[in-house]
């Protein structure tokens, strides 16, 4: 299943107020992390200074449990209330906002996408409202009012904006979907060319996206029209990046007739990438899996220009984040992925570019690391976004993130006089490229909740706590480990230590799968869905939170062994250093990495006493069949096609059909209807097999959760779960009663099993 991520891990949910509990000897010991707790934490996103930098503006988002709603906030300062605070070291009151913006929404995040105006009289976002819709959003922070730009009844897909009279936006047009919900309703449908998801699930979310058409809108000087190219309307892919004169739009456009030279001349990094450039003829409204290529718009006309002749780089598997942006003269473009075509005609890598306008010139700023490159000298990091700084043609900054550590950091260029681009500056952590006398930045660490302070060069203090709750929680205790996988690869994730941690004592264990970030606090682990380390740490499990995210070759058959290979030798080394039970050990997928859990499971030595999978993969037969657009993968993934000789792989690769080598209760969780399409295969298996499963559906399409009530049942589900099976412990809830009547009938379909294994062994003995 694909991934889609905002900028931040969304954690946000219901603030509870501490409980402290009074020791003997009148001091107060502080009480243990909960689920409610990590629903309740307020997260801060980012933060931005407005171009004039008289103010700056922070995003945060947190859950409402008593409402049952996500609320996100933009809060405004002035920068002269903390400049003026940090020369007073002996003020102890801290700046406050002059103005905060909330938005509420069953699902976040509800403000997206916000950006200032350029002259800083505000913001425009996109807000989330009631179902799949969305408008936009103009916060005048001068007169201190909020106003939609969007027509009433559009749904707003992407956007950028100059002012209130120039800023361009699609707008969705569900007419395909619209068509084949009244099909659905005839006596008979034409299923060809259909997958079996949008005929069962026509109204889930992302197949509500996926047939959704967004055409290109345009307000200039106030004049709002349809952008239309020879009369036909235009459909961008992509960011939208309009010009400072508000005239012209960079965006992407869907190539209709791909070159066949181009699948030479722009390759992926892995010849086994199935996902490549291919030649041949694409429907404009094919997806994101299709061949796109940077073109500029000049709106009043709607005439189309290319900027590089060339594909942009995303779909080839070259890694890349960030929008295009214009230089402040509007003469040169920053392009953040795409190629270009090399002189001599040879295969070119992809990169960040610069496109100059006036000399119709396109030069390489730096180079891309590919989705599945893992270890390719000096590039090690990610792109993730990019800028002219202050606006000037002649300088760019790129933002990065350390496949290592997932560190971000910034890389600034300058111009050189003979055209070429040179290393001025390259730093480590969020800076403010450009500007120096004010810094205004979110600090956290893994082990450390986010604050926001304030910094120039003399003194640093803090101005926004967003969770003084924490005070009163013991948050427990995380490190960072390391250990070597059986082919000798460098390994690493975090440990979360129980709080009455005792040396010596061996611990039920929990991996936790998916990514490690070093640079951010994340109490649950990694994501919101199912991952729960702090809190399952709080009921006495170690937990260890494995970066595994860049640790294998990705789409390869190699990719599930590698996996099972990292888990098993970081639980036998813990098992070694006398920390974990090695009869006691649990397992959480999620997304990718159910497959990792399944594989593990049918294929690994690890004694593994319980494990859960929550919306994801599983690289199984009916995946192949339902979902299109997973075959060239799962082809790749496996080694072969399921058809002819090629099945024999399958039979002896896929999870699926592997389930008979199970001996683990599994937790199967499916986010609504259509996601049982992916976790149907391994519940009806093991079931029919009679082995111990149980199979939960998360009331959501949501599939990194943040819903309040949904991120409580699915974390509080992961608790419950491995505390039953690893800790022989129920939670006395009234309500949660048939849940454990269940879990103990898996009991003792578990104990049978292991009956019916040990009998041939002793009697063979």
């Not at 425009?124 to 819709?133: I, K, Y």
């Not at 795409?338 to 570019?353: E, G, M, N, Q, W």
């Not at 792109?383 to 290592?404: A, E, L, P, T």
């Not at 030798?569 to 090695?582: C, M, R």
Request: proline letters at 6%; glycine letters at 8%.
């Amino acid at each position: 299943m694909s991934e889609q991520r905002t900028a931040f891990q969304i954690i946000g949910v219901l603030m509870l107020v501490a409980c402290v509990v009074p020791r003997c000897d009148g001091e107060q010991t502080k009480r243990t992390f909960t689920v409610a707790d990590d629903i309740g934490m307020t997260v801060v996103g980012k933060v931005c200074f407005s171009p004039d930098r008289s103010y700056f503006a922070v995003y945060s988002e947190r859950g409402r449990l008593d409402l049952n709603q996500v609320e996100d906030s933009v809060a405004f300062y002035r920068r002269e209330d903390v400049e003026k605070f940090l020369e007073h070291s002996d003020r102890s009151q801290r700046p406050s906002p002059i103005w905060t913006v909330n938005r509420l929404n069953k699902k976040g995040p509800v403000i997206k996408e916000w950006r200032w105006l350029p002259d800083s009289s505000g913001v425009a976002f996109l807000e989330r409202l009631a179902g799949s819709n969305q408008r936009l959003v103009l916060v005048d922070l001068w007169k201190k009012t909020i106003k939609p730009l969007s027509s009433k009844g559009n749904t707003v897909g992407a956007f950028d904006i100059r002012d209130a009279q120039h800023y361009v936006y699609t707008v969705a047009d569900r007419t395909p979907l619209q068509k084949m919900r009244g099909e659905i309703q005839a006596p008979a449908i034409v299923g060809t060319g259909r997958t079996a998801e949008e005929i069962i699930f026509p109204d889930d979310s992302l197949i509500v996206s996926t047939l959704t058409t967004y055409y290109l809108w345009a307000v200039v000087g106030g004049r709002r029209f349809e952008v239309k190219h020879d009369g036909a309307p235009l459909i961008p892919e992509g960011n939208l990046s309009l010009s400072p004169d508000g005239q012209s739009l960079v965006t992407q456009l869907v190539v209709p007739d791909v070159p066949l030279s181009w699948e030479t001349l722009y390759p992926s990094p892995e010849a086994s990438y199935p996902y490549r450039i291919q030649a041949g003829h694409q429907d404009l409204q094919s997806g994101w899996r299709s061949v796109r290529s940077y073109i500029t718009i000049r709106l009043e006309t709607g005439s189309v220009r290319s900027l590089t002749d060339a594909p942009e780089s995303d779909l080839a598997g070259w890694r890349a984040g960030g929008s295009p942006s214009w230089s402040s003269d509007g003469r040169s473009i920053l392009l953040p992925n795409t190629f270009l075509r090399s002189k001599d005609d040879a295969p070119s890598r992809a990169c960040v570019a610069v496109v100059d306008l006036a000399a119709n010139t396109r030069t390489c700023i730096e180079a891309l690391m590919g989705l599945t490159e893992m270890d390719t000298g000096a590039i090690q990091h990610d792109v993730i976004d990019v800028g002219f700084i202050n606006g000037d043609k002649q300088r760019v900054v790129i933002s990065f993130k350390n496949r290592s550590d997932h560190r971000t950091g910034d890389t600034e260029y300058r111009r050189m006089p003979n055209g070429s681009w040179q290393v001025v500056r390259k730093s480590e952590g969020e800076s403010d490229a450009g500007h120096k006398v004010l810094e205004i930045k979110v600090v956290e660490e893994f082990d450390r909740p986010s604050i926001v302070i304030a910094r120039n060069k003399e003194v640093s203090r803090m101005i926004w706590d967003p969770n003084p709750q924490f005070k009163n929680i013991d948050l427990g205790l995380v490190t960072i480990y390391k250990w070597k996988d059986k082919e000798g690869r460098d390994r690493r994730g975090g440990m979360y230590k129980p709080a009455n941690y005792k040396p010596g004592e061996r611990y039920p264990l929990v991996i936790q799968t998916h990514g490690f970030y070093e640079s951010r606090f994340i109490p649950s682990g990694s994501f919101p869905t199912a991952f729960a380390a702090t809190e399952l740490a709080a009921s006495g499990i170690v937990v260890l939170q494995v970066a595994d995210e860049e640790a294998c070759l990705t789409v390869t058959p190699f990719e599930g062994p590698c996996a099972v290979s990292t888990y098993e030798s970081a639980a036998k080394q813990l098992v070694s250093e006398g920390l974990v039970d090695p009869e006691k050990i649990g397992i959480i997928g999620f997304s990718r990495t159910c497959f990792y859990v399944m594989e593990t499971l049918t294929t690994g030595s690890l004694h593994i006493r319980a494990a859960s999978i929550t919306d994801g993969t599983m690289a199984g037969y009916p995946e192949y069949l339902f979902f299109g657009d997973v075959v060239k993968e799962y082809d790749s993934l496996i080694g072969a096609k399921p058809f002819g000789d090629g099945l024999q792989r399958w039979l002896s690769r896929a999870p699926g059909f592997n389930l008979d080598k199970v001996r683990t209760p599994l937790l199967v969780v499916g986010a609504g209807p259509r996601s049982l399409l992916f976790m149907w295969e391994p519940y009806a298996g093991l079931r029919y097999l009679h082995k111990p499963v149980d199979l939960i559906i998360l009331n959501t399409d949501e599939h990194d959760l943040t819903n309040p009530a949904v991120r409580m049942a699915s974390q509080g589900g992961s608790v419950d779960w491995f505390r039953f099976w690893l800790k022989g412990e129920e939670d006395p809830d009234p309500a949660k009663v048939e849940q454990y009547e269940r879990w103990r009938v898996l009991q003792k379909v578990l104990q049978e099993n292991e009956t019916k294994l040990a009998t041939p062994r002793a009697a063979s003995n």
